[in-house]
């Protein structure tokens, strides 16, 4: 294995692209048509070569680490793993659709902690049989996704192996506040989403049955748009615990409620569920309540607030943080009231699936 941190082609740049074709030494200048025919140092060379910088990246690719500026003293730091075959397909997706969807669920973790994206890392395992543009493809897709949070990838590791596998490491920089956590919550806070809801386990579900279209719950599958200013701007406003939503509504606020020992009440008409969402539930027979609830990859974020917080509009109150019912009484979430009985979201060792 040899990590893109430990060496950059002449000519290439860790600051933008080099503007001129990398030389991977074969006969006529023929371009490889497999990661195999590429090579090790020859698929570095070209996903260096991709790569745009920021003001925080002090050392970029080239090194044996890179160098990440930390005003704060703290780094925030967050991983998460995509598998083909487990967290997407190649025939619903492109590379570039994949490496926007990995970036983006790394950097909305650093986000719901009230930090702001600095840097990412790319572990990528390949076969060798693999069509050479498709990591350059996912790279332009992770770089770029990178670019909408101001921040960039600085490094990471490639090896060879029998199923593509994409992990991303995010940093971020909490800029002199406290990180916010999944423990603050207290009765009488209130919670509130900002980003969309039940959007991508829409997608999910027209693709599953063959469709393309409706094409904006497809893109919200392929290419979940995170509020990452929302997480930072949560913080300044008072948040008092956070998390962005990748596994479910229900599941996530579950996580915040068993921190922070409290009850969490989500109520349903609060929740906003679009009429052409309704149209695809009627198709597909799914109540699209089920999609806002518990389906995953959004990465909305939500957050818990005092309750006399005013909130900017972008945030929509659902639901409030009550004590729970009695000292034996577990953390919970409840709709409406009363215990959700349904699945609350995705569990990477259910049943396989994309997404």
Not at 15 to 29: C, D, F, R
Not at 124 to 137: D, F, G, R
Not at 150 to 165: M, Y
Not at 299 to 312: M, N, R, S, Y
Request: a negative charge; proline letters at 7%; hydrophobic letters at 40%.
């Amino acid at each position: 294995m040899r990590d893109l941190t430990g060496g950059t082609a002449p000519g290439s740049s860790a600051s933008g692209p080099s503007g001129a074709e990398p030389s991977y030494g074969y006969a006529g200048g023929r371009t490889p048509g497999t990661v195999g025919e590429l090579g090790e140092f020859g698929l570095i060379r070209e996903l260096t070569s991709r790569l745009t910088s920021t003001p925080a990246v002090r050392i970029g690719p080239g090194d044996d680490a890179a160098v990440v500026a930390a005003p704060d003293r703290r780094v925030v730091a967050s991983t998460d793993i995509l598998v083909e075959g487990r967290h997407f397909r190649r025939d619903w997706s492109t590379a570039y659709d994949v490496g926007r969807k990995a970036a983006a669920q790394n950097l909305a973790d650093v986000a719901a902690m009230g930090a702001v994206p600095t840097a990412l890392l790319l572990g990528l395992v390949v076969p060798a049989e693999l069509p050479a543009n498709w990591p350059t493809e996912l790279m332009d897709g992770i770089r770029d996704e990178a670019q909408v949070a101001a921040a960039a990838v600085v490094g990471g590791d490639v090896a060879r192996g029998d199923t593509i596998t994409v992990s991303i490491s995010a940093l971020g920089d909490l800029r002199n506040r406290e990180p916010v956590t999944r423990a603050g919550a207290r009765p009488g806070d209130v919670v509130a989403v900002t980003g969309w809801l039940g959007w991508s386990a829409a997608g999910h579900a027209v693709l599953s049955r063959g469709f393309r279209s409706p094409r904006a719950f497809v893109e919200a599958h392929r290419r979940p748009e995170p509020p990452y200013h929302a997480g930072p701007a949560a913080a300044g406003l008072g948040a008092t615990s956070m998390t962005d939503v990748s596994d479910g509504l229900v599941a996530d606020l579950g996580h915040i409620a068993e921190s922070s020992k409290v009850r969490i009440d989500i109520r349903s008409a609060a929740l906003d569920i679009p009429a052409q969402m309704s149209d695809i539930g009627t198709a597909v027979g799914v109540d699209p309540l089920q999609w806002v609830l518990t389906g995953g990859e959004d990465h909305a974020i939500v957050a818990t607030f005092p309750a006399d917080q005013k909130l900017p509009a972008r945030w929509r109150v659902i639901g409030s943080v009550l004590a729970v019912s009695a000292p034996s009484a577990l953390p919970q979430v409840t709709v409406d009231g009363a215990p959700w009985d349904k699945a609350g979201g995705w569990d990477h060792f259910g049943d396989p699936s994309d997404g």
